[in-house]
C-alpha cells in the first residue's frame, strides 16, 4: 500500500526567512497530494494542493512542488511569519483524487521572532 | 467547501463501553472518510464510509472494533467498541467530491479510563 515519508520531523527557523519540507510516496498510482496545516488543538486545515497534472503550483507565500518520476513533493514556505508556526502534514492519495489520504508523520515548524 | 459536523465534540468513557461519533456534512459529498488522531501522531485512515454498503477497512481495522454505517450522502457514525485506554485519540471525519479536496471536522477527543 501506499506510504509516505516526510522530512523534517521539526523545523526551526527565522521571521523572514524560508521553510521547505520534503515527502516522498511509494505508490505510482497516488496522483492528488495535498498539504495540511493543524494549530494545536484544532482539525487540519487544507493549505495547498498539488494533481499530478501539474509541476508547481503557488499561492501567496505557499508553493508546492511535485517530481512525479522520482515521486516526491515539496512545500515551500517564504517570509516565513510567526503565524506559520504548526504541525504541517503532507498526504497521498491512494488513487484519485477524492479517495482516501495517506499522511506523512508531520513537520513541527517553529517561527521565531 | 463542505462544512463538516461531528460530535461530541469530547468524550471520557469507561473501559468496555461503547462510544458512537457522528459525523454530518452540508452538502452531497461523494466519499467519507474516518482518521484516527493519537496524541502528537499523524493521521491514521481507519475505513471508507461506503454509502449502503459495508465500509473498507484498512489494514489493523476491524468492523467488530470500528462498526461504521452511511445511511445516505451526508452523514455517517464510527463507533469504537469495547474500549480500552489504547483507544483513546482524537477520531477525524472527512468528506472529499469527486476531484474536489478533503476537508475535515473538528474531530472527537476521546478519553478511555
Known amino acids: 500500500g501506499e506510504n509516505v515519508e516526510q522530512h523534517p520531523s521539526t523545523l526551526s527557523v527565522q521571521e523572514g526567512d524560508s521553510a521547505v519540507i520534503k515527502c516522498t510516496y511509494s505508490?505510482?498510482?497516488?496522483?492528488?497530494f495535498p498539504w495540511y496545516k493543524q494549530e494545536l488543538g484544532k482539525r487540519p486545515q487544507l493549505i495547498i494542493d498539488i494533481r499530478s497534472n501539474v509541476g508547481e503550483k503557488k499561492d501567496q507565500r505557499i508553493a508546492v512542488t511535485l517530481n512525479k518520476t522520482a515521486k516526491h513533493f515539496s512545500l515551500h514556505i517564504t517570509e516565513t511569519q510567526p503565524e506559520d508556526s504548526a504541525v504541517y502534514f503532507c498526504a497521498a492519495s491512494k488513487g484519485q483524487a477524492g479517495t482516501a489520504l495517506i499522511f506523512g508523520k508531520g513537520t513541527t515548524l517553529s517561527v521565531s521572532s | 467547501s463542505a462544512v463538516i459536523s461531528q460530535k461530541p465534540s469530547r468524550d471520557i468513557c469507561q473501559r468496555g463501553t461503547s462510544l458512537t461519533i457522528q459525523c454530518q456534512v452540508d452538502?452531497?459529498?461523494?466519499?467519507m472518510f474516518w482518521y484516527r488522531q493519537q496524541p502528537g501522531q499523524s493521521l491514521t485512515l481507519i475505513a471508507t464510509?461506503?454509502?449502503?454498503?459495508?465500509?473498507?477497512?484498512e489494514s489493523g481495522f476491524v468492523i467488530d472494533k470500528f462498526p461504521i454505517s452511511r445511511p445516505n450522502l451526508t452523514f455517517s457514525t464510527l463507533t469504537v467498541s469495547n474500549m480500552s485506554p489504547e483507544d483513546s485519540s482524537i477520531y477525524l471525519c472527512s468528506a472529499a467530491g469527486g476531484y474536489t479536496e478533503a476537508f475535515f471536522g473538528q474531530g472527537t477527543r476521546l478519553t478511555v479510563v
Open positions: 505508490d505510482s498510482a497516488s496522483n492528488y
Open positions: 464510509a461506503n454509502q449502503g454498503s459495508e465500509a473498507t477497512y
Open positions: 452538502s452531497q459529498v461523494t466519499m
